[in-house]
């Protein structure tokens, strides 16, 4: 079989070139692209996706450099129940992930695999996550006969030779197979083997399943090889709070998807807060090491952002409307007569019809949404109007508060402060969340989501826990543990708290409990704040009894709340840390 060598393959890595030569063997393309990474590249690869109908150009004069790409409609979100972690045993995987033995599942992908390229490209996208020179930084080699996922790569990750110059001669990459097959539901696998630092993804052409460097390489194998190194992989932003005196504190927040993480990593402060400044270094997940001087150092391993749109207009995120207006992927939008995008929320008038995220006609009479509720943007981080001068930075920036949260309309009050480190690991391990569009099935649902990590752990979560308090060994100067609620309700559904700007007045306690400037009062739960000390100036309707409210401990609400956290912990028994177990039940003697 002749097959044709297409762009130059800029790398001598004989276990490199050893592997491309065995995949190409089993999917047989008829053709192999191998990436660079520079601009020219990028822009022959978007004239190709556009005359093979992958993308849709859209106006240019409205949108410059912006496309648009529909999805197949079977394949809109993350897929847990085709996500499996591949461990020599089910044990070690633990009894949150679905587990394959490794060789039954490379048979079955294998065997899938087989001749799936025949007809099509396979593209060689190496890719750098982290910045390069890093410590921490990670290569990745992306096999994928999917120009979407190049592109895509091409904005989330440092793509190209950048990654090769970065891995030199060493054989220590991570190894990932994408083949789309027929984007059919029940050929769809997204396969990670953590001792062999591999991913395998079929059947699938959506984002988070496909960018293997996301949550495939970032999270999953990310998080198994933090264990066996010494560091944190985490599904968490991080932001820089710099004062009007120019006083920088880096904070790390771990919601989970679609609670407003890129909001919250984008915030802009309102007029009050005169002179203060945040700045973006991700808005999604953070690889985590301490360092020399005993503080905990944050990267962004990312490049761009993977957002949710709907909902996304200038009053709740400004900097990422502006972010999006150019050099953007649109995916599962609706699409306008003039090759305008709209969505829920958007800014503007609703747009008298349109084609919604299947393709099909809609209006404003439509019963079902235009855009899908899960319908993304993918961007490059040097489009955000307030990135950190840090993101880049190789050594990271050093972390003084981590903040835990969750959507949940009652129970969480809106900010309290774990007690040490140990009770911080607790708060986040009990974590609690309604389930939202970017995981099929159970939109609305309260589950627990440890850490905001529960899809992303490739091991064990007892064990992840214990890991968590094994490293505070390592860290002798550790971060501050908080936890918030943005979207409490009072008893006519209405939120509590007005959440994106002023989401700036809780950041400002977290970052003053950080530098000791102000007090606190004990509560059941952790240390809280009154309403004497906490900033409500200028807050129109927010009165002291409503924050009040918004922080109320509700007996009955707490006791079936630490019935829902014994579930998990029966579930994790075997493996789970004897400290949390103490940290619940002194919760129970103070409530």
């Known amino acids: 079989m002749r097959v044709l060598s297409l762009g130059e393959c800029n790398t001598t890595n004989q276990a490199v070139l050893r592997w491309v030569d065995e995949m190409v063997a089993l999917c047989k393309p008829d053709e192999v692209f191998w990436c660079n990474g520079s601009a020219s590249e990028r822009e022959a690869l978007l004239d190709a996706a556009v005359e093979k109908g992958i993308l849709i150009r859209l106006n240019q004069e409205k949108l410059p450099g912006c496309y648009y790409h529909r999805s197949n409609p079977n ?3 993350r897929v847990e129940q085709s996500t499996f972690i591949c461990t020599i045993d089910a044990e070690q995987a633990g009894p949150t992930n679905n587990w394959m033995a490794p060789k039954e599942m490379y048979q079955k992908l294998r065997a899938l695999s087989a001749g799936a390229m025949q007809g099509r490209t396979l593209y060689v996208v190496p890719y750098l996550m982290g910045p390069a020179g890093s410590p921490l930084a990670k290569v990745g080699i992306e096999l994928t006969d999917s120009l979407y996922v190049v592109l895509s790569m091409g904005i989330m990750t440092r793509m190209g030779d950048i990654a090769f110059e970065q891995l030199a001669e060493d054989d220590e990459f991570n190894r990932g197979l994408h083949c789309m097959l027929d984007i059919h539901p029940e050929r769809r696998y997204i396969a990670h083997f953590p ?11 959506y ?3 496909v960018l293997l460097g996301k949550k495939c390489l970032a999270l999953r194998i990310g998080s198994y090889l933090g264990r066996q190194e010494g560091w944190f992989a985490e599904h968490m932003l991080v932001l820089c709070v710099e004062s009007p005196e120019g006083e920088k504190t880096y904070v790390a927040a771990a919601f989970p ?25 991700g808005d999604d997940i953070a690889w985590m090491k301490p360092g020399a001087d005993g503080r905990l150092y944050a990267i962004n391993p990312e490049a761009g952002y993977f957002g949710v749109v709907p ?10 409307v502006e972010m999006i207006s150019h050099d953007t992927i649109y995916t599962n939008v609706a699409l306008t007569p003039d090759l305008d995008v709209w969505w829920e929320g958007k800014d503007g008038p609703v747009p008298r019809e349109c084609l919604d995220w299947r393709g099909n006609k809609w ?45 949940r309309r009652d129970t969480m009050p809106l900010i309290f402060q774990a007690f040490n480190w140990v009770h911080g690991v607790y708060v986040g391990a009990t974590m609690g969340s309604e389930m939202t569009a970017a995981a099929v099935g159970g939109a609305g649902q309260v589950r627990r989501d440890p850490m905001a990590m529960l899809p992303f752990c490739a091991y064990h979560m007892g064990d992840y826990f214990r890991h968590w308090i094994n490293m505070h060994r390592l860290i002798k100067h550790p971060p501050r543990i908080f936890h918030v609620n943005w979207f409490r309700k009072n008893s006519h559904s209405e939120y509590l708290w007005p959440g994106f ?8 306690w977290v970052v003053d409990r950080c530098r000791g400037r102000i007090d606190a009062e004990e509560s059941a739960l952790g240390w809280v704040p009154s309403s004497r000390t906490f900033d409500l100036s200028g807050m129109s309707g927010m009165t002291p009894e409503r924050f009040e409210k918004a922080q109320e401990i509700c007996e009955d609400e707490w006791r ?3 019935v829902l956290q014994e579930e998990l912990f029966m579930r994790l028994y075997s493996h789970l840390p004897k400290e949390l177990i103490f940290q619940r039940e002194l919760l129970m003697a103070r409530l």
């Open 207 to 209: 984002g988070g399943n």
């Open 257 to 281: 998807s679609a609670c407003g993480k890129t909001n919250f990593a984008m915030m802009i402060p309102p007029a009050h807060f005169k002179g203060w400044k945040i700045a973006t270094i």
């Open 560 to 562: 079936r709340e630490l």
């Open 75 to 77: 394949d809109v979100a």
């Open 311 to 320: 909902g996304t207009n200038s009053s709740s995120n400004p900097n990422a």
């Open 501 to 508: 700007g002023e989401n700036m007045r809780v950041l400002k």
């Open 363 to 407: 209006t404003p009479a439509s019963k079902e949404k235009a855009a899908h509720p899960n319908s993304r943007f993918t961007t490059p981080m040097a489009n955000n109007p307030v990135l950190a001068d840090e993101a880049n930075d190789p050594l990271g920036v050093p972390i003084s508060a981590i903040i835990f949260g969750g959507r």
């Open 195 to 205: 001792q062999d630092n591999t991913i395998i993804s079929v059947g699938s052409n």
